[in-house]
């Protein structure tokens, strides 16, 4: 639903450099989830779905392609 790749749903912020992550790990959709269901504070939000599309609405002007 999200255009782009999957590791655009992780939040690369103090948090992840603390844990000792490297984004370039987390290029899969499986190895994503699994990182978001272990750590959910790392992921971008809000995302915004409206029928078959889905954006990360940072900035919220991201929003506005779905309207």
């Known amino acids: ?15 992840f450099k603390q ?3 490297d984004i370039d ?3 899969s959709a499986d190895a994503v989830i ?9 992921m ?3 995302v915004v779905v409206r029928g078959d ?6 900035p919220s002007e991201q929003v506005e392609e779905l309207l």
């Open 1 to 15: 639903m999200l255009p782009g790749e999957p590791a655009e749903l992780i939040r690369e912020d103090n948090h």
């Open 19 to 21: 844990l000792g992550l």
């Open 25 to 27: 790990d987390y290029q």
């Open 34 to 42: 699994e990182l978001l269901l272990e750590h959910p504070k790392l």
């Open 44 to 46: 971008q939000r809000p």
């Open 53 to 58: 599309q889905a954006v990360i609405a940072r």
